[in-house]
């Protein structure tokens, strides 16, 4: 056990996190966070990867020994250029609240840096805001572009369920409020027109909606293989990682589509149905050659979901001229970016960014830190279920990351 | 090596920290200024390399003005 670099610890300590501090985590987890994580859940995330066990630390009371603060790195292969590297990504940064003024929590962070640096090739948060974000600067970390959701927009009922919390943010005053959305439901059949594509979709490419992802697993796989040299920078597909992270997901029941040519799989994708309705494609990988595959995959999956009720359709990603963005916008999705960046200002909060800190030498120059080189989706979150299309800005003292 | 009110005010306002220090005065708690985990984390390191001496974490916890530091720095030098 042992205290924080550079300073002498008396009333706390950290160590690795055992197997039978799990009840402990998950405890103080759900104190903090606020959610209602079970051990089961808590061990697909951090124990079960297809990568191995995620590399955990807690810091203890030393006078208690009851553990009050957690950090972790979840291992996760990503493509860089032509290398195949292991990040760690963090999650579940947290101190208990009784403990945040006295924890010098970024000295152990320091520490626990420096010990992942011996398995870890890269690391990278999502949170890049707030504490987490200050801390992780301090530590080395770069952004390498602000988070984003791209959206689109299929009927006026979608584009009024998500403009409503917008018009309550803009006023606090009830008549304006009802006129501001009285306008809005007016406005929102001709501002769907706003959302037309301009694609054409390839005649000879059938989309099917799949009734499990194991029946494309291997297609998937191979389909990887085939693609991930021009992938930029992203995670590996493997079908053993996206049978972890999506079909074993005890956190969200995702849907698959696969785009076919024939016998080949040219593309496939994973949505989440929130409890608001819209639909958040989660990932979506398509044969690069042509963008027509991705096209044809894209909007034979949004006619599918929108005759089933979907009608509004988000998509994570990062800000920046990647092939996704280009993509995304072909079929019609719009960059919610500058609406957000309003929202963050008014707020006077930060905009979540995508820090990265290279551990191993030569990665860096990889275009590491450039926005263009990625291909992000949200397969880089933590896989928890969207509760709605968060439009509202992250307080700064939001714990778990 | 002792400390200086004005040593310790120029560390706490050379703009590595986060907290408000606009009219901050020496027995003015520098927590209800803003100072958090990481700005103190930062501060103590950077006083514990200056005036050579160890900071352990509950003193942390404690000192909260800079009259407080500049005691303790100068309890420690004694």
Known sequence: MTGPAGIESKA??????????????????????????????????????????????????????????????????????????????????????????????????????????????????????????????????????????FLKVTRGAGLQRLALPVVEKLTTSRVLSRLLALAARGASRPAVLAFRGRTQSAPDVVVRRCHSFDEIAGPVEALWHRTAPAAGITVERSAAYLAWRLAANPNVPYLFFAAWRGAHLVGYAAVELTAGGEAVIVDLWAESEQPIFFDSLMQGMLRQLDGEGSNAFVFPTLQGENSLVRGLRRNGFLDLGPLLRRLYRRAKREQPELLVKAVRPGLAELGLYEPERWYYTALFAEGLRTAAINLRAPKRDEAAS | MKATSQEIMDIVKSGELSLETKNLSTSASLRKAGLDSLDASLLFLTIQEKYNLKVADDDVARLDTVDDIVAFVNQQAA
């Open chain 1, 12 to 149: 706390y300590r950290s160590r690795p996190a055992r197997r039978e501090d799990v009840g402990e985590i998950v405890r103080l987890y759900n104190h903090v966070t606020g959610r209602e994580r079970n051990e089961a859940e808590h061990c697909w995330e951090w124990w079960e990867t297809p990568a191995g066990a995620g590399s955990m630390w807690v810091i203890e009371e030393t006078a208690t020994g009851a553990i009050v603060g957690h950090h972790g790195l979840i291992p996760i292969r990503l493509r860089v250029g032509d290398q195949s590297v292991l990040a760690g990504k963090t999650e579940n940064t947290m101190v208990h609240p009784d403990h945040r003024a006295k924890v010098l929590y970024f000295l152990y962070e320091k520490q626990f840096a420096q010990a992942a640096a011996a398995r870890f090739d890269l690391l990278f948060t999502t949170s890049g805001y707030g504490a987490p974000g200050r801390i992780r600067r301090k530590l080395g970390y770069q952004s390498a572009g602000a988070t984003t959701y």
